[in-house]
T-cell receptor, first 114, second 116 residues
Framework: AQSVTQPDIHITVSEGASLELRCNYS??????LFWYVQSPGQGLQLLLK??????LVQGIKGFEAEFKRSQSSFNLRKPSVHWSDAAEYFC????????????FGKGTHLIIQP | DAGVIQSPRHEVTEMGQEVTLRCKPI?????LFWYRQTMMRGLELLIY????????DSGMPEDRFSAKMPNASFSTLKIQPSEPRDSAVYFC??????????????FGAGSRLTVL
């Protein structure tokens, strides 16, 4: 079965600094990969997804992620964070295009320092 | 579109009571998923439906949990009897299967359940 590891439970970044959130997956073939963001008391919002093709994908709110097959990773990046980026970030993997649901990592809590 | 709509947003009940959570998926979506989120276990898939038919309920914790989807625009997740360990946020999500296999889940805002 597929699995997702987000090694960082909490990350603190200064406003305006760059951000990288790590995600590693375990799956035999090329998976479908997603990043979702959850603000306090809210549902999950899709930031970006990778299905095939260009390994660098662009998402909403200035986020991007890079799929690296050799490292089984799909790290999320942003060149300059804003205070409004403080939230919980989830990496997820799916097989079958997500028709059988997503497997989520435990999440990374992003704290933005002024 | 109004997105995935869940009700109630918050529910506080006492142990032993029946709890019913409701979900209205996005119109036209043919998949519906129920997830549970807790601090300890993160996001867990409980059950999902395709065209109103339950496909995989292996994530349902035990017989106290049941889910139905009587039509394409409505689903319920019921817990009877409820226990304190059921306290969690329950999310409903829907998606549309595409020929490319590029399913993308859209989540509701969640129902926060507290069982005293």
């Amino acid at each position: 079965a597929q699995s997702v590891t987000q090694p960082d439970i909490h990350i603190t970044v200064s406003e305006g600094a760059s951000l990288e959130l790590r995600c590693n997956y375990s799956y035999g073939a090329t998976p479908y990969l997603f990043w979702y963001v959850q603000s306090p008391g809210q549902g999950l919002q899709l930031l970006l997804k990778y299905f095939s093709g260009d390994t660098l994908v662009q998402g909403i709110k200035g986020f991007e992620a890079e799929f690296k097959r050799s490292q089984s990773s799909f790290n999320l990046r942003k060149p300059s964070v804003h205070w409004s980026d403080a939230a919980e970030y989830f990496c997820a993997v799916a097989v079958g295009g997500g028709a059988d649901g997503l497997t989520f990592g435990k999440g990374t809590h992003l704290i933005i320092q002024p | 579109d109004a997105g995935v709509i869940q009700s109630p947003r918050h529910e506080v009940t006492e142990m032993g009571q029946e709890v019913t959570l409701r979900c209205k998926p996005i119109s036209g979506h043919d998949y519906l998923f129920w997830y549970r989120q807790t601090m300890m276990r993160g996001l867990e898939l409980l059950i999902y439906f395709n065209n109103n038919v339950p496909i995989d309920d292996s994530g349902m914790p035990e017989d106290r949990f049941s889910a139905k989807m009587p039509n394409a625009s409505f689903s319920t997740l019921k817990i009877q009897p409820s226990e304190p360990r059921d306290s969690a946020v329950y999310f409903c999500a829907s998606s549309l299967e595409r020929a490319s296999g590029a399913n993308v889940l859209t989540f509701g805002a969640g129902s926060r359940l507290t069982v005293l």
